[in-house]
């Protein structure tokens, strides 16, 4: 099972590697250059000289690109954060004015009589109920974003567990 990663927590995280790839990539670039210009006073064979030029252009550039590309990953990654925002309080509000009161007062109780709390054993039920009712009106959710909402609705439902 996949756990849930908020598109807020990606988008952070995208901000974080587009400016780290971007910053290390130009600064490298910027050092081999000042190496080939003489400024950096480092003693090196030519040859030695070539080739770390080579190799380490190839990578500052790979970073970069990396940097670059995700920062043209932000836009849409902004568009997918603020959709599912939309997405969850829609149903949260959606849920809690149609059927919370009526689950509060639902009887689970078809389970079997065991030492284990009455709460614990009406856990899946109850999660079962929700997660029914909002898969038939929004059907399109993926599993881990439907676990998240469940959860929150099932706290704010059923507080006490």
């Known amino acids: ?7 807020n927590t990606r ?3 995208m901000k974080s590697t587009a400016w780290s790839f971007s910053i290390v990539g130009i600064a490298g670039i910027l050092l081999l ?3 080939w210009m003489g400024v950096l006073p480092l003693q090196i064979v030519q040859d030695t000289k070539i080739i770390l030029t080579v190799v380490m252009g190839i990578l500052f550039a790979f970073f970069l690109f990396v940097g670059i590309h995700a920062f043209a990953s932000l836009n849409k990654l902004r568009m997918s954060a603020s959709n599912e925002k939309n997405t969850y309080d829609a149903i949260i509000s959606w849920f809690m004015d149609s059927y ?3 689950l509060q007062n ?3 109780s078809g389970t079997e009589s065991t030492d284990v ?3 614990e054993l009406l856990y ?3 999660y079962q109920e929700i997660s029914t ?3 038939s009106k929004y059907p399109n959710l993926s599993e881990e974003f439907l676990d998240h909402i469940v959860e929150d609705l099932y706290a704010k439902i059923f507080p006490e567990n």
């Open 1 to 7: 099972m996949k756990i849930y990663v908020d598109q």
């Open 11 to 13: 988008l952070e995280d």
């Open 33 to 35: 250059i000042l190496l």
């Open 100 to 102: 919370a009161e009526a």
């Open 106 to 108: 639902k009887d689970f």
């Open 117 to 119: 709390n009455s709460s």
């Open 124 to 126: 899946f039920p109850r």
């Open 133 to 135: 009712i909002i898969t």
